[in-house]
C-alpha cells in the first residue's frame, strides 16, 4: 500500500524558513520522481517542484525558485522541501506526491499524502 506522509508544517513569520519532510513507504521510492504540490484556500491545486528519481533533475516553479529547495534522501525513504524567505502568499496545505510532470500530478490527487499546513503570517 502506498503511503505519503508530510510533516514540518506550522506557523511562521513572513522571511522565515520551513522544511517540510515526507516519508514514503509501499513502493520503490528510489524508482520515482517526486514533486510537491500545495493548495492554499479558496484556490487550485498548485505544482511546487519536482524531482528525478536520482535527484539529477529539479524542477521549480516560477513563484518558489531561488527561495525553495526539493532534495531527497532514497536511503531514508525521504522527499525534503526547503522553504526560505517565506511569504504570505505562501500559505497553503502542502502536499507531496509521486511523478514529475505538473499536469499529470495535479490531475491525481489521489496519488498525494495528507498534506502538511504552512502558515506564514506576523
Known amino acids: 500500500q502506498v503511503q505519503l506522509v508530510e510533516s514540518g508544517g506550522g506557523l511562521v513569520q513572513p522571511g522565515g524558513s520551513l522544511r517540510l519532510s515526507c516519508a514514503a513507504s509501499g513502493f520503490a521510492f528510489s524508482s520515482y520522481g517526486m514533486s510537491w504540490v500545495r493548495q492554499a484556500p479558496g484556490k487550485g491545486p498548485e505544482w511546487v517542484s519536482s524531482?528525478?528519481?536520482?535527484?539529477?533533475?529539479?524542477r521549480y516553479a516560477d513563484s518558489v525558485k531561488g527561495r525553495f529547495t526539493i532534495f531527497r534522501d532514497n536511503a531514508k525513504f525521504t522527499l525534503y522541501l526547503t522553504m526560505n524567505s517565506l511569504k504570505p502568499e505562501d500559505t497553503a496545505l502542502y502536499y507531496c506526491?509521486?511523478?514529475?510532470?505538473?499536469?499529470?500530478?495535479?490531475?491525481?490527487?489521489?496519488?498525494w499524502g495528507q498534506g502538511t499546513q504552512v502558515t506564514v503570517s506576523l
Open positions: 506526491a509521486r511523478g514529475t510532470t505538473p499536469g499529470v500530478v495535479l490531475a491525481n490527487p489521489q496519488s
Open positions: 524531482i528525478s528519481f536520482s535527484s539529477s533533475i529539479t
